[in-house]
């Protein structure tokens, strides 16, 4: 059985009373064969058998699979039927060796007058005969089979398998047991048929047939073996891992749902193979930059404006204005960038015009006049990223210094002057 997830649940393990039914339906399976050698025998006529024993089990598990059904029914069924279907068409090969070619007798019309009792016509032997052979001996062979796979595990081997040690229940101890009975019995030749090269062949050639139908079968319903109740009493002989002897491994529960595959038989699970060698990879060597100017050297993206602004003075015209020096990031001389006239505002308060009015003193936190000094470079370019400022008058004295980062801001924003817009905007 399977959860709604559909995992595999435990299988039930094996009772007594599964037992019990189960060699019931075995015990049945075997005893037409098995009368027949009592009669030739003379332990049992085959009418006492018969009376006694065979139809009233017959009738008994009959009762029992109607009223009280097992999961193991359905596999017996499928055998059941199976050993029918192989008997008819053995009986297609043997009849035709028996009526068209004449190479010998048919025993079944005087098995069936044993059976019916003294008297009885041998048009009432056939009836009786065939109907004994057919569901007596062809179905009770293939029950016999399919339960024996069944707890074999047989169902989960392939189909080639499957089908040779069906043939080989066929001729033993099927043909094997009717040949015995034959040679052994007093009066064995006389009561079925005599013992020639022709018969013995004939016979073996009528059951390696049987056997065949019968496996095909078997590997034709094998998903009914999802019903069988119990785990099989071993998966197969295989040889243990890192051993040369063959060990017993009991089988692993059956799933009791879904479709039933075919597997192959274990086998000797070998050592992974090794990768193959990869070929190993020449080393690339990338080429060396081309020369600026080469004609196929990368072209350098230009700023849609113009060049870009740089760190120091240039010489070339203004990206806007067209005239004058281009904006730096530290003061340089020249024109102012939007006034055209005056001082570069610096990052520290310097003497000078108001960068908005043009006049008056710059604003700070305490009224005074400032004035500021930085050394330049003979080329105009500022030798440090910072200024010292010289205060004199009355709220500030001494020397400040202008740090790093305000420095560089102002720098970022002389830079990105935008023309029309206020340089700066003092709070």
Not at 31 to 57: E, K
Not at 70 to 97: K, M, N, Q, S
Not at 247 to 268: E, I, K, Y
Request: overall charge positive; charged content about 10%; some cysteine.
């Amino acid at each position: 059985m399977t959860t709604t997830d559909g995992a595999a649940l435990p299988l039930a393990p094996v009772t007594r009373q599964g037992l019990l039914r189960v060699g019931l339906h075995v015990l049945l399976a075997a005893l037409p064969l098995l009368a027949i050698s009592a009669h030739v025998f003379g332990l049992i006529t085959m009418n006492w058998s018969a009376a006694l024993l065979v139809i009233p089990l017959a009738t008994t598990i009959l009762a029992l699979s109607i009223f009280d059904p097992h999961p193991e029914d359905r596999v017996i069924l499928h055998g059941f039927v199976w050993g029918i279907v192989a008997c008819a068409l053995y009986d297609v090969f043997r009849l035709d060796t028996v009526y068209m070619l004449g190479w010998w007798a048919d025993f079944i019309p005087t098995m069936g007058t044993w059976i019916v009792g003294p008297g009885a016509s041998t048009t009432t032997g056939a009836w009786v005969g065939y109907l004994w052979r057919y569901l007596g001996d062809g179905g009770g062979i293939g029950v016999t089979f399919f339960v024996l796979a069944a707890f074999l595990g047989l169902h989960r081997r392939p189909a080639g398998v499957v089908v040779a040690a069906s043939v080989a229940f066929a001729v033993f101890p099927v043909w094997a047991g009717l040949i015995g009975t034959v040679w052994l019995a007093p009066r064995g030749q006389t009561m079925m048929f005599p013992l020639t090269p022709v018969t013995i062949t004939l016979s073996l050639i009528g059951h390696l047939i049987f056997g065949l139908i019968m496996g095909l079968g078997f590997v034709k319903t094998r998903s009914a073996h999802r019903y069988w109740p119990w785990t099989p009493v071993v998966d197969w002989f295989v040889p243990a891992e890192g051993s040369a002897e063959g060990t017993l491994r009991v089988s692993h529960p059956f799933p009791t749902s879904g479709p039933v595959r075919s597997a192959a038989r274990p086998a000797v699970r070998a050592a992974a193979p090794a990768p193959a060698p990869q070929p190993e990879r020449p080393h690339v060597v990338p080429p060396p930059p081309l020369p600026a100017g080469h004609p196929s050297a990368p072209i350098p993206r230009q700023h849609p404006s113009g060049p870009l602004p740089v760190a120091g003075p240039t010489t070339g015209s203004h990206p806007r204005t067209g005239s004058g020096p281009l904006p730096v990031a530290g003061p340089t001389t020249g024109s102012h960038p939007r006034t055209g006239s005056g001082p570069l505002p610096v990052a520290a308060s310097t003497t000078g015009s108001h960068p908005r009015t043009g006049s008056g003193p710059l604003p700070g936190g305490a009224s005074s006049s400032r004035s500021s000094s930085a050394t330049r470079s003979g080329s105009g370019s500022t030798t440090g990223a910072t200024r010292t400022a010289s205060s004199s008058g009355t709220g500030d004295t001494g020397n400040h210094t202008l740090d790093p980062e305000t420095w560089a801001l102002w720098q970022r924003q002389l830079a990105t002057t935008v023309k029309g817009r206020r340089t700066h905007r003092w709070r």
